[in-house]
């Protein structure tokens, strides 16, 4: 079983950055997929980034290419979502998520498991 736990958010003026810290415990780790999604109120939860444990390969949506960047350690076992250019559309509540295979998805219903949320608030 693997348990994810976030944090990092907070409040942030447009044009600011944030780092987010998802630290992951349990199971094994070499055929893991990690994901970062986002959750706005009234909205669906949509991907932002992923990467693979082993290998080190990631994935942006196209909203976010470019001003973030998903890195992993995978000796501490925490996964990062390194925010710049913040604006208020990227006002949400950041999750990170785990997932087997490891095979790139963005549907959120692809991954087994889920930190409890950490509030990212952008202020125009």
């Known amino acids: 079983q693997v348990q994810l736990v976030e944090s990092g958010g907070g409040l942030v003026q447009a044009g600011g950055s944030l780092r987010l810290s998802c630290t992951a415990s349990g199971g094994t780790f070499s055929s893991i997929f990690m994901g970062w999604f986002r959750q706005a109120p009234g909205k669906e939860r949509t991907f932002v980034a992923g990467?693979?444990?082993?290998?080190?390969?990631?994935y942006y949506a196209d909203a976010v290419k470019g001003r973030f960047t998903i890195s992993r350690d995978n000796a501490k076992r925490m996964v990062f979502l390194e925010m710049n250019s913040l604006q208020p559309e990227d006002t949400a509540v950041y999750y990170c998520a785990a997932k087997r295979p490891l095979l790139f998805d963005t549907t959120a219903r692809a991954y087994d498991y889920w930190g409890q949320g950490t509030q990212v608030t952008v202020s125009s």
């Open positions: 990467v693979t444990w082993s290998g080190g390969r990631t």
